[in-house]
C-alpha cells in the first residue's frame, strides 16, 4: 500500500482546524478580558492619588491636560496636571462631571457631530478631527479662535463657537448653526476636555506636530 503525504490527509487538516480554532477562540477570550480593563473608566480617587488611567474618570475636566511626547513609546500621550478652572471652577464632584459628560456624549450623538467630524476614529473626514480638540492652541490664550470669540477662557471660547457658529467663520466648510443651547455646549466642551485626556496610543497621528498642540500650549 502507497504511503500517503500528511498533507492529503483529511484527518491532519481537520485536527489542525480544531486545534488553531480552539486557539483563536482561547486568545480572543484573553484579548476581551484585556481590552476591558484598559478602556474602563477610572474614578475620582485615581486621579487624586496619581494613578494614570488609560480612560480618566469624569474629574479630569477639574485638571489641566497637556501633550507631551512620551520617548519610550514614540508618540504623544496625554498627560495630566494640577488643579485648573473649567467654566470657573474645579471642584466638580464625580455626579456632576458625569452628568456633563453624559450630556455632551448625547449632544455629540443628537446633533450628529460624526456626519462630518472624526471622535475616537468614528466619523467623517470633512471637518476637523475632535478627538484633540481641546488641546488645540488655537482655542488658547494665544490662539485667533479664543481671540475671535472675546472670550477669556478656552471653554467659554469653545461654548461661544458652539451656539454661534455663524458668527464666527473658521474655514471654508462652515459649522452649521445646530441650535446648541449654552447647557448643552458646556456638556460639549466637557466631553471634549475628556475625550482629549484619554489615551489613544497616539490617534490621531502627528497632531502634535501638525497642530503645534504638543504641551497643550
Not at 494613578?51 to 514614540?74: A, F, H, L, Q, S
Not at 467630524?117 to 475632535?130: F, I, K, Q, S, V
Not at 451656539?163 to 474655514?171: G, L
Request: hydrophobic share 35%; net charge negative.
Amino acid at each position: 500500500m502507497a504511503k500517503r503525504s500528511v498533507w492529503s490527509d483529511n484527518r491532519f487538516w481537520q485536527r489542525s482546524a480544531a486545534w488553531v480554532t480552539g486557539f483563536a477562540a482561547v486568545l480572543l477570550i484573553w484579548l476581551t478580558f484585556d481590552t476591558s480593563a484598559q478602556i474602563s473608566m477610572g474614578t475620582d480617587a485615581d486621579l487624586k492619588n496619581g494613578v494614570t488611567k488609560r480612560v480618566p474618570g469624569p474629574t479630569v475636566i477639574n485638571y489641566k491636560i497637556t501633550y507631551e511626547m512620551d520617548t519610550k513609546r514614540g508618540h504623544e500621550i496625554p498627560v495630566i496636571g494640577e488643579k485648573e478652572l473649567f467654566f470657573g471652577r474645579d471642584d466638580y464632584s464625580e455626579e456632576e462631571a458625569g452628568a456633563l459628560l453624559h450630556l455632551g456624549k448625547l449632544g455629540s450623538q443628537v446633533k450628529n457631530c460624526m456626519d462630518c467630524h472624526t471622535l475616537l476614529g468614528n466619523g467623517a473626514y470633512y471637518a476637523p478631527d475632535l478627538t484633540k480638540a481641546w488641546l488645540d492652541p488655537a482655542w488658547g490664550p494665544e490662539g485667533s479662535l479664543q481671540a475671535m470669540t472675546g472670550k477669556e477662557t478656552k471653554e467659554e471660547a469653545m461654548a461661544e463657537f458652539l451656539q454661534h457658529p455663524s458668527q464666527y467663520p473658521t474655514h471654508e466648510r462652515m459649522m452649521p448653526n445646530l441650535g446648541i443651547t449654552a447647557e448643552e455646549a458646556k456638556g460639549l466642551v466637557s466631553f471634549l476636555k475628556h475625550m482629549s485626556s484619554i489615551d489613544t496610543n497616539g490617534f490621531p497621528r502627528n497632531f502634535g506636530k501638525i497642530q503645534g498642540a504638543v504641551h497643550g500650549k
